[in-house]
Structure formats: C-alpha cells, structure tokens
C-alpha cells in the first residue's frame, strides 16, 4: 500500500480539510497514477454536504482525474509508465453484465463503482476520489488523455463532457439539427460546443438577458430568454433535440412545447420528480420523447476525448489551489465560476 | 348534395338521437361511401359530453368507419366503386408540411381534420363522423380493406388498432423483446395481438386478479397485477417497453422501474399532467425514455390492415344497433365491453 494525502469531509457539517490514508494494494490489473488534475463537480458538493443521504464519511470527491502513470500491474496491456491519463466517474462495474458487455458499464446491472463513496467489489472498502496526490484504478476504467489537449482543461470532460457528449450521439443529434440547451453552467457549455461541433444549429436558453452576451461567447447561434413567454411562444415546434442541463426542478412543459413532432427532451441533471407535472398530452399529440442519459461507458468516455482533441474542445476552467475548494464550493453554489474549477495538485503536494 | 341520417348529440346533457343531414357535394379527389359498419370509441363519448370543452354541437362521431365505395370523384385513381374501404381518426390535413410529406398526416403542421368536430379546410363547415349511413372522403384518406378481413371487426383497427401498432413500429417492437402491456380495453387487447405478432414475449398488467384468465385469453405470455408490490418489484429492470393504454392518471413510476436500461414506456391513452409527479431519475440512471404517439398516418394505416390480414387480427367486438348508443355509452364508461362495440349500420338503415 501507499500512503497518499489527499482532501476529505468527516461530516456533512464540516468543512473539507486533509487526510492521510493508504491507497489500496495495486491488483494485477491496475494502473497506478499520480494525479496532477481534478475537477470540481456539483456533485463533489451534494455527497461532501450528504444531500441524498448515501454519504459514507469521511469521503474524499473528485472524479474528473487526469495524471501520469507511476506503475503498471502485470495484467495491464493498454498503458505504460508515463502516460497522461485520465479517470472519470466510474472506477468497476461487474464487467459481465449485457450493460458492461455492451461499454455501458454506468448501467451495468449489478452496480457500477463510483470513484468515490464506492464499494470496491474485492476488499469492500469506500473508494476515496481525486482530491489526492495519488490513485490506483483497473486499466479498464482509465482513459488516455490524446496529447494535443489540455490535461487541466480536459479534466471536466470526464464528467461534464461525457455527460453531454454521450446523449447528443445516443439521441441521434446531426448536422443541421437544431438543438436547444437548457443552462449554462459546467454541463451546459460543454453542450453548446458538442452540439457545435456535430454541425447543429445551437439556442441556449437563459433566464436571464445578463447571460446573453456570454452566451453568443460560448458559441451558441441564438439566444432565448426562457422568462419571456413571448419569445418562448415564437420558439413553439421549431427544436429537434433539448438538452436539459438544469439539475433542480423546473417546469418541463414550455421547452417540450418547442419541439418539433418526434423531438427530444434529454434530461442530464434533474433526479427529483418533475414538478410543475409534466403535461402527458405534449408527448403524445406530437410524438416528442423525453430521455435520459448518465454519464457514459469507458469506451465513449473514450471517444469523448479523441472527439475533443480532433474538434479542439476543452472546458473553460479555473484553476484552483486545493487549500480553497471550501470557497470554491460556495462560490459554486451561487453560480459563480466559469465553467468549473480544476484543482492543480501541485498545491497539495507543496502543503 | 346528398341527405343522410345519422345519430347525433346537441349538447353536452343531451342523449345521441337521430337526425338528417347533408352531406357535402362530392370534389374531384372524394371517395363517397356507403357505411356498414362504425367502431364506438371511448374519444366519441369525451366529445359527445364536451369534456375536453372544445366540443361544436351538434356532434355527430364516429372514426372507426367500414363501407362501400358508391361514387368516385375524377381525380380517384385508387378506388372504384363497389371496393370494401376504411376512414379513420382523420379526412384532411394541409398535404404539403413535412409531416404530411412523411406520411404522417397525424402530425400536420397545420393540424390534421378530424373525422368528426373538425372543421372542413374548404368550406369550413364542421365534419360529421360515421355514425351516419353515409360519407365522403378524399381519397389520401381513404385505406382499402384487405379481403381476407371481416369488416365489422377491422373496424376498431383504424383507430385502437393504429394507436397501438404505429408505437409498436415506431419505437422498435422486434421479436424475443419483453413488452409490457398497460390497460386491456380496446387499445390494450389490441396492443397484445400486435406485440405477439411482431415475436414479442408480452406481459398484461391489471389491476385486478379477476382478469387473469382473460388476459391469458387474449394471448399474453404472463400477467402481473400491478396493484401487487411483491410482483411489481420482482418485475424490476426486465421489460423492453411498456405500452401505456390507460387514458386516465396513473402513477407510471413503478412501470418505469420496469423497464431494463435503455427501455422505452410509450403512451397512447393519457393527454392530462402526469400525477403522481414522475420521477426524473428513473430516466437519467437507466437512460429510459418516456414517448408518447397519436393514432398513425395514412400508409401506415393501410399497412396495418395489410398486417392484420395476414396475420389474422381483427378487433374483439360486440356487434351494436344504433338505437342502443347511449346505453353502449353507459356500458363503456363501467368498461363493460369486450373489447369495442361497432354499430351495424343496417339498424340505422332499417329505421
């Protein structure tokens, strides 16, 4: 084992301060890595305050992980020391399942391992995230990190990347499309620059006329502010795709009603019951669908990258020095960071 | 012109009672036609009460139409007289919209005419349903009726028999996929034929033990009685999709938690807000999608009948004498009917 340091809350009170622990034993299988990147996840900050409840303490988060590979266990045959890789939100799956089967392993059936607050399927342990020097991951849940990008700046693209990416191909979103993404934050501009880049015409949709011009900056063709009904009634049937980033309740209707007959409502960020109540009669009178999607599978988390490199997309990051992530989470939870905060772990390493 | 009779109601208190008519003059694309037979649907008893408030009286309706052809207009070229022909849930639309250009005349940008209540694009006079002993139609929305079929029971299949197939097709339906069934009326009994015959393993669930039997009777692999916990989650992550029948509000999250990863609940019946509020997680986690569809287009419409003839589908019906309307009516709203009344139109003819 080797003894890391890293960032942990003991409670759903208290504030993330440092650890020391042993990461686990590397397994033939493994690849062991030093960790110089991680974003900063809304999610990070739900399971730090133990807001659905689940939270084993202490937890350590962070699953947007890039590094370099510092060891290799005698099975691994995709990476060697030194590469730059990178590790997401899953880190073991069943690996047998249809759903693992099919590179779908955030549905695999017995429960994927999360990067963190996971139980690790051999020894049982809580798996500790990336606010830490070091981690120890099977080559089957690491991804490679193509040279030409970023490592800081691609670090979000293993949440909040794959998160959008994947459904934009799941659904079907093609040149000419036009699509509408709903916020603007971590998720949604990482939306706008897929959706960009897959040829489709881009609305982000606001509450607010202030976000207007930071919009057209992010590259989004045309600008809705979704408070004026006015607007929003000229939008009527005229969307193929929404990519819905919003990740707490708000009335689905008005943006089901901007799409055409057979367009889709892609859900991303909300796990609460919709409410206002989702009026059966939009889907059915003009075959909209609403769907899902979580995440990605390690092979398009994969694809996500390579995409990245080949279209030059990254995330708009701020760095963040490690002994601040208490702030950077308030500032987060008023909506003020552009678009997410990536921990430069040399500030770890020198504390 | 020509005079008709048919049953009629002139206002929402008021009984179905038999008036005449006339019927429109014949244009160079109609099709005048003769009926025999006319399926009752639960929509003619929604709009005969006004109880979606957009009802103009008097309203004469019916749209599961079966008869003869008596005339062409000049420009017909698919029909001649004497041919065994259908009208369905629609007798216009714009003709030039996307949709009307796909074959989807259901989903016109201009709105499709219905059968009944709906008002004529020509004169703009308000069209009068099948419970008449006669009609004229345009040909795009005339389908022939295959020989092999009995004409009195391919009725229901233009409207509860389209409903059902067309989501069937359009979502994907394909042999050894395990489909759930949702309500066993007119469209659920017709759901089962359908997804039996596309090599489906098709699961009825009912609220009640007493119709077991009959479920089985109607072809299902299995019944599950959804009021039942204990069956409900046993039945957890297993379903391919869910064809949702039920017209009326119902909890649809325990159907959803049905549905393996990447599943599908389509909905035909349910035009109200969803209550209790649907639960948005079930989407995200499993990547599940909520669809809706409205009835089907016209060469669709024909390709069902083509498929019900060869595969030997017709409706369940219970034969009706028009002087019986409204205590059909009566006997629909207890569900007291196996599985749709049609009217013989000779009982209109012989009064």
Redesign the interface.
Known sequence: MATAKGYAAESADSKLAPISFERREPRPDDVSIEIDYCGVCHTDIHFAQNDWGMTEFPVMPGHEIIGRVTAIGPDVTDYKVGDTVGVGCMVDSCRSCS?CESG?EQ?C?DGMTGTYNGVDRHDGSITYGGYSDKVVVSERFVVKVPEKLDPAAAAPILCAGITTYSPLR?YGVKAGDKVGVIGMGGLGHMGVKFAKALGAEVTIFTRSEAKVSEAKKQGADHVIISTDDRQMKAAA?SFDFMLDTVPVQHDLNPYLNCLK??GTHI????????????????????????????IGGMPETQEVLDFCAEHGITCDVEMLDIHNINDAYERMKKGDVKYRFVIDMQTLKAA
């Open positions: 759903a779908l549905y059936l799941h049937e007959y057979d859900l991303v960020g909300l796990l609460e019951p919709v409410d206002p109540a989702l009026q059966a009669g939009a889907l059915v009178m003009k075959r909209r669908v609403l769907g899902g999607s979580l």
